[in-house]
């Protein structure tokens, strides 16, 4: 027996996931609070484990090695990372907001009738091809 995940074969998924579906003002707000919301918390984490290094590698001397007021450099690392979050500063919430909301994955492709990448040789004109020619055997002197 074949068991195919999800049982419906992804077809609500798909339809959740087309790209003509409008997406309404108060929920694209909620989708990029929430990815500035996960920048943020990653951003924290990344300060923190950052402090962290530092302190383990901090001589017994240093002003990093001491622990005291972790509790508020926490509070300010947390202020750091929701205020660059909101600037939006290292674009995780960008990526998050483009899978999300599909329409702004990839821009709609250009319809065009004529080829754009392809223009044809004219005869007689292979001058720029010369380099793909059949190498000239001439006589060797010494």
Same mark, same amino acid.
Not at 9 to 16: D, E, I, N, V
Not at 38 to 58: D, V
Not at 78 to 84: G, K, R, S
Not at 91 to 114: F, R
């Given at each position: 027996?074949?068991?195919? *995940?999800?049982?419906? @074969?992804? !077809?609500?998924?798909?339809?959740?996931?087309?790209?003509?579906?409008? #997406?309404?003002?108060?929920?694209?707000?909620?989708?990029?609070?929430?990815?500035?919301?996960?920048?943020?918390?990653? #951003?924290?984490?990344?300060?923190?484990?950052?402090?962290?290094?530092?302190?383990?590698?901090? @001589?017994?001397?240093?002003? *990093? !090695?001491?622990?005291?007021?972790?509790?508020?450099?926490?509070?300010?690392?947390?202020?750091? !990372?929701?205020?660059?979050?909101?600037?939006?500063?290292?674009?995780?919430?960008?990526?998050? #907001?483009?899978?999300?909301?599909?329409?702004?994955?990839?821009?709609?492709?250009?319809?065009?009738?004529?080829?754009?990448?392809?223009?044809?040789?004219?005869? @007689?004109? @292979?001058?720029?091809? !010369?380099? *793909?020619?059949?190498?000239?055997?001439?006589?060797?002197?010494?």
């Amino acid at each position: 027996m074949e068991t195919v *995940f999800p049982p419906d @074969g992804g !077809a609500r998924l798909a339809a959740t996931a087309d790209s003509t579906t409008a #997406i309404a003002p108060a929920q694209r707000q909620q989708v990029e609070r929430a990815a500035e919301g996960f920048e943020a918390l990653f #951003i924290k984490e990344m300060l923190a484990q950052m402090r962290k290094a530092t302190r383990t590698m901090a @001589g017994e001397d240093s002003i *990093f !090695a001491d622990s005291i007021n972790s509790d508020m450099l926490d509070f300010a690392d947390m202020a750091i !990372a929701e205020q660059l979050a909101r600037e939006r500063r290292f674009g995780i919430s960008e990526v998050l #907001i483009a899978q999300l909301l599909p329409q702004n994955a990839t821009p709609p492709l250009k319809e065009s009738p004529a080829a754009v990448a392809y223009s044809p040789v004219q005869a @007689g004109a @292979g001058s720029e091809l !010369a380099a *793909f020619a059949m190498p000239v055997n001439l006589p060797f002197r010494q």
